[in-house]
């Protein structure tokens, strides 16, 4: 993991967030590749969502709902998590069911923790809210209290109605949605796993009660497919099945899709059968009737909700740890992002091999030409050799390169991030070769090994 913070900084994926001021707890910014392939990630997303298929529908819901919202989907009462706090020397806080699970080995057990900071003794747990708390409007009483939306889900849940006359959908249909979550998480960590402010690519599918199994099992199989299809590596992903003891208090089942991080196994997104459980509370908060008559059958009835929540900044690391590899080529090391082309943030840099000569000028006709096909960046700086590993170190997966032979006979170097291999082809041919090559299959040369 290490190595990884310190390419996202080297390179400006990602960083601290206000370095200048010593950093704020746990929280990122996100430079202009870590912009450029969070994108991508999110494209990806919404193309599997809504371009693939035609049973789902997009959203966009504020981030600060009616507090109301909160009571009837239980995130008032119930979101919370067992805080401690260390009394010995260093006082700080913890969530008792990590440590229970780090020391005694289940998050369940009974037996004495301690402090892992100082060995101190730990206080008796208390639930401790995860919500983010503000006020709307000029005066902080209360009645103004409102809360940064702990998941975007619930934005869905309350739009049912409007999204069922607009869209003119019937179940099984879905609403998908990307947005930024908040949770006051009491141990942020491991770079951007867990932060207190995050994105989310949720999306809620509603199903007639009696099919909800067999869409669950669906779409388990299709965000697999998701991640595979992107290039992570099968044998680092896994579905792990919640015991009934792990439920969420609106889940009757619920799938983990589990990424092998450096620190472990570890949730990259939740795929849960959420019952009627938000409909029906919402219904009863608010006082609207939240379910589907089908007039063709005559049938009235709640639908059940088919729940992939997946995290952005998640997949983006579990993306960037797949793709990271170092290797040795002709005695020295190389760093390379091998992420699937569709992902990478550049996918081609054209690059003159000297800045004289006339190359830079026609680097630039060639770099234009492909730019209007594809992302592609232009480097004139530093030496040849320095440009290839910066480029494999972004992930860029095809770098063009401009030489004395382009001049003579309009050739130019093609060099392909994973094997190495150069070819020579007309400038010309190049952006529809780019082009061409995008759109094959790619398999992580890390699969070989
Ligand atoms: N609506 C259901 C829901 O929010 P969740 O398992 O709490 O379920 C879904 O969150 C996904 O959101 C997680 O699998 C993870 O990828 C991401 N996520 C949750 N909390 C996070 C945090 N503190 N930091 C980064 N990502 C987080």
């Known amino acids: ?80 998590d067992p805080l401690v706090q260390c009394l010995g020397k260093c006082k700080k806080r913890w969530r008792e069911d990590h440590l229970r699970a780090e020391q005694l080995g289940d998050e369940k057990a009974e037996g004495e923790i301690r402090c892992p900071e100082c060995g101190g003794e730990l206080s008796e747990p208390r639930q401790f809210n995860l919500m983010f708390k503000t006020h709307m409007g000029p005066v902080e009483e209360s009645g103004s209290e409102v809360y940064l939306r702990p998941e975007t889900a619930q934005g869905i849940f309350v739009n049912f109605k409007n999204v069922l006359q607009f869209s003119r959908k019937r179940p099984p249909f879905g609403i998908a949605q990307i947005g930024k979550s908040f949770r006051n998480e009491i141990t942020p960590g491991n770079f951007v796993f867990r932060t207190r402010e995050f ?81 029906t509370q919402h219904a009863s908060f608010s006082g609207e009737k939240l379910e589907y008559f089908d007039q063709a059958s005559g049938d009235r009835y709640v639908p059940y909700v088919i729940e992939p929540a997946a995290g952005v900044d998640r997949a983006v690391l579990a993306f960037m740890v797949d793709a990271y590899e170092v290797e040795e080529v002709e005695g020295r090391k190389r760093t390379v992002l091998r992420l699937h082309p569709r992902l990478a943030p550049v996918k081609a840099a054209v690059l003159p091999l000297v800045s004289k000569e006339g190359m830079p000028e026609r680097a630039r006709e060639v770099f234009e030409a492909v730019r209007a096909k594809l992302p592609a960046e232009y480097d004139e700086g530093g030496s040849i050799g320095k440009r290839y590993r910066r480029q494999d170190e972004i992930g860029t997966p095809w770098c063009i390169t401009v030489d004395g032979g382009t001049l003579e006979d309009g050739t130019v170097t093609l060099r392909d991030r994973d094997s190495l291999e150069q070819t020579r082809l007309a400038a010309q041919e190049i952006p529809d070769e780019l082009a061409r090559r995008l759109q094959q299959p790619w398999r992580s040369p890390k699969l070989a090994e």
């Not at 099992?217 to 919640?242: F, S």
């Open 1 to 80: 993991m290490d190595e990884i913070v310190a390419l996202s900084k080297r390179r400006g994926f990602i960083f601290q967030t206000s370095e200048i001021y010593g950093g704020l707890g746990s929280t990122y910014d996100y430079g202009h590749y870590g912009v450029l392939l969070r994108n991508n990630v999110k494209a990806e997303w919404w193309r599997a969502m809504l371009r693939d298929r035609d049973d789902i529908v997009a959203l966009d819901s504020a981030i600060l709902q009616h507090p109301r919202t909160w009571e009837a989907s239980g995130h008032l009462e119930g979101f919370t």
């Open 199 to 279: 994105e989310q690519m949720e999306m809620e599918f509603f199903v007639p009660p009696a099919d909800a199994p067999e869409w669950h099992q669906r779409w388990m199989d299709e965000r697999m497919r998701w991640y595979t299809g992107l290039g992570i590596r099968p044998d680092q992903l896994r579905l792990r099945e919640h015991g009934a003891d792990e439920l969420s208090h609106y889940s009757s089942a619920t799938s983990d899709v589990e990424y092998l991080f450096p620190m472990g196994w570890s949730e990259l997104e939740g795929i849960a059968n959420r019952g009627d459980f938000d409909l």
